[in-house]
């Protein structure tokens, strides 16, 4: 992902890549080169320090490392309202998915929860993937239980007495289901019932160059953002 995103931004007329890093590398290089911007695709296991790292040298910062969780982003707001206090505007956009497919999909299952009885996920990724489930599936099943309390639904219908194990991950009590196969990049189903009828929305990435376009509107509009952004569809105009 980092040689597709470098790539990328070599060829916006728009932008100028000044600075490639790696694993080991001082971060402080980005800020000596005069970048504005730096995008994190790492591991969870670096990437909140990177962020908290680009914060004090006053870079904006688009992050599409999974792994986040409310104390980890939590951290990331105070941290940001110190720089503010400081006199420093600087704006994170951390996003599960650049895919503009994969962010549509997830804003349309936030606009059909409300109507259906049963919802559940399941999203399919390459066996390098190292965690589960993917921050896409947990953003998609976050908004999904969202809709669904702001619409007085309940629990979603399941008489499973045994074999929890089978049923998948509980997100906000939307089941999620990882799969991980060779030959696959990112895909997701959203599956919608009703008695009678069924809404299921699919989404898949075939190639890390998909994400591209999302990468580099997120690069646009993180430097007028200031504070934290979570979500491509925020930047997006889905009204």
Known sequence: MGATVCAAVEAA???ELVARIDAGDDLAQVAAAGAQVAVD???????????HALIDLGVHAVVGTTGWT?????RLVAHLGRKAAEGTSVGVLIAPNFG???VLAMTFAAKAARYFESAEVIELHHPNKVDAPS???THTAGAIAKARAEAGLGASPDATESGWEARGA??????VHAVRLRGLVAHEEILFGNEGEQLVIRQDSF?????????????REVVSRPGLTVGLENVMDLS
Do not use: H, K, Y
Not at 41 to 51: K, S
């Open 13 to 15: 007329p728009d932008m």
């Open 207 to 219: 190639d890390r160059v998909s994400f591209m376009p999302g990468v580099l509107l997120g690069i």
């Open 41 to 51: 695709f790492t591991v969870p296991a670096v990437t909140e320090d990177n962020v």
């Open 100 to 102: 503009l497919s994969a």
């Open 135 to 137: 921050g896409t599936a």
């Open 70 to 74: 409310d104390v980890s982003r939590g």
């Open 170 to 175: 509980d997100v906000d009590g939307v089941r």
